[in-house]
């Protein structure tokens, strides 16, 4: 979302040139990030979804080895709405491999990948939703300014143009955003910790046995 942000922010500064609006990037937010909340920086809302979107896409692009900053293809300066091609990888994918898979093959890709390094880092001793926080000065210390953006704006409600210098992250939303994101994927809500019916449905199920015998797998 970084990259796309930028550009939003040389439209928000009016450079000239600048292409990306607010209505551009609601619209790529609807199709890459799950909604336009996602790109509503005044709320919490939407935040779940877009990560397991751009966490998904993102390691199944890392295993195609393709660069981070020009993938994935979100905004097009030299199109009608800006808006990018949320299928381009896929596509690449199954002319490689022979393989027919789709946008949301993909994304299934993605899923199982972080799934399993999920579990590698259980084994190895992270403990779940206890150990899924932020630095604590992300909670404590307000955000002063920004190095490419010193005043620190992003679009807010309906695509205004906010500042979200001086704010910090509330802890106890962090934790609503963690409520929603563990069922979105599919793993415990308490304790953050993945579940066989998840793994299976990944096709996982070695996995899923072995976090069973080591006790590290949610019940039921």
Same mark, same amino acid.
């Given at each position: 979302?970084?990259?796309?942000?930028?550009?939003?922010?040389?439209?928000?500064?009016?450079?000239?040139?600048?292409?990306?609006s607010?209505d551009?990037f609601?619209?790529i937010a609807r199709?890459?990030?799950?909604g336009?909340?996602a790109?509503?920086?005044?709320?919490?809302?939407?935040?779940?979804?877009?990560?397991?979107?751009?966490?998904?896409?993102a390691?199944?692009?890392e295993c195609l080895?393709?660069c981070?900053?020009?993938?994935?293809?979100?905004?097009?300066?030299h199109?009608?709405?800006?808006?990018?091609?949320p299928?381009?990888?896929?596509?690449l994918?199954s002319?490689v491999?022979?393989?027919?898979i789709d946008e949301q093959?993909l994304?299934?890709i993605?899923?199982?990948i972080?799934n399993?390094q999920r579990a590698?880092?259980i084994?190895e001793g992270?403990?779940?939703?206890?150990d899924?926080?932020?630095?604590e000065?992300f909670?404590?210390?307000p955000l002063k300014?920004?190095?490419?953006?010193?005043?620190?704006?992003a679009?807010?409600?309906d695509?205004?143009?906010i500042?979200?210098?001086?704010?910090?992250?509330?802890?106890d939303?962090?934790?609503?955003?963690?409520?929603?994101y563990y069922? @979105?994927?599919g793993?415990? +809500? $308490?304790t953050? #910790?993945q579940? /066989?019916?998840k !793994?299976?449905? @990944?096709?996982?199920d070695? +996995? $899923?046995?072995d #976090?069973?015998? /080591?006790k590290l !797998?949610?019940?039921?």
């Amino acid at each position: 979302m970084g990259i796309a942000l930028f550009d939003w922010l040389n439209w928000a500064n009016k450079v000239e040139g600048a292409y990306l609006s607010s209505d551009a990037f609601r619209k790529i937010a609807r199709k890459f990030w799950g909604g336009e909340l996602a790109v509503d920086f005044s709320t919490y809302d939407g935040k779940a979804l877009a990560t397991t979107k751009i966490q998904d896409r993102a390691y199944a692009k890392e295993c195609l080895i393709l660069c981070d900053v020009l993938w994935p293809i979100t905004q097009v300066r030299h199109s009608e709405d800006h808006v990018g091609d949320p299928g381009v990888e896929s596509r690449l994918l199954s002319a490689v491999t022979g393989r027919e898979i789709d946008e949301q093959g993909l994304y299934r890709i993605g899923e199982r990948i972080f799934n399993l390094q999920r579990a590698i880092h259980i084994r190895e001793g992270h403990r779940g939703r206890e150990d899924d926080v932020l630095p604590e000065p992300f909670y404590t210390k307000p955000l002063k300014f920004g190095t490419l953006n010193p005043e620190c704006l992003a679009p807010g409600k309906d695509g205004e143009i906010i500042t979200r210098k001086g704010a910090v992250v509330e802890r106890d939303k962090f934790e609503g955003v963690k409520d929603e994101y563990y069922p @979105l994927r599919g793993w415990d +809500v $308490a304790t953050g #910790l993945q579940t /066989r019916k998840k !793994l299976e449905e @990944l096709e996982l199920d070695g +996995v $899923a046995d072995d #976090l069973e015998k /080591r006790k590290l !797998l949610a019940f039921p």
